[in-house]
């Protein structure tokens, strides 16, 4: 049964940095393509970040272009979001991914998400 779980959010200040690393079991990881999508309070889910199989493709949110960087590690079957030059519009629950098939920036066509971790942009 392929499982997906998210940690590493927190409270952080705007302009401070995080990441979220999401920890996947159960499915062939290199076979996957997988992505970051977030919700935000009294909001629809939305698409922020997704990687291709081997890592040959990455594509962004324009919310978030130049300052989240997605990446996977093959050998920890493990996918990270590193956040820089967080805003206070980032607040939201942010949710790991999971795609058979290659990437996308519709969130209704993955087929296996994690719990979800929070975070906070606040001073």
């Known amino acids: 049964q392929a499982q997906l779980e998210e940690s590493g959010g927190a409270v952080v200040q705007p302009g401070g940095s995080l990441r979220l690393s999401c920890?996947?079991?159960?499915?062939?990881?290199?076979?996957?393509a997988f992505g970051w999508?977030?919700?935000?309070?009294?909001?629809?889910?939305e698409f922020?970040?997704?990687?291709?199989?081997?890592?040959?493709?990455?594509?962004?949110?324009?919310?978030?272009?130049?300052?989240?960087?997605i990446s996977r590690d093959s050998d920890k079957n493990m996918v990270y979001l590193q956040m820089t030059a967080l805003k206070s519009e980032d607040t939201a629950v942010y949710?790991?991914?999971?795609?058979?098939?290659?990437?996308?920036?519709?969130?209704?066509?993955?087929?296996?998400?994690?719990?979800?971790?929070q975070v906070t942009v606040s001073s």
Not at 23 to 32: I, M, R, V
Not at 106 to 113: A, E, G, K, N, V
């Open 37 to 45: 999508m977030r919700r935000a309070p009294g909001k629809e889910r």
């Open 48 to 69: 922020v970040a997704t990687i291709s199989q081997r890592s040959l493709v990455k594509y962004y949110a324009d919310s978030v272009k130049g300052r989240f960087t």
């Open 95 to 117: 949710y790991c991914a999971a795609r058979a098939m290659g990437t996308s920036n519709q969130p209704t066509l993955y087929d296996t998400w994690g719990p979800g971790t």
């Open 23 to 32: 920890a996947t079991s159960g499915l062939p990881f290199d076979d996957y």
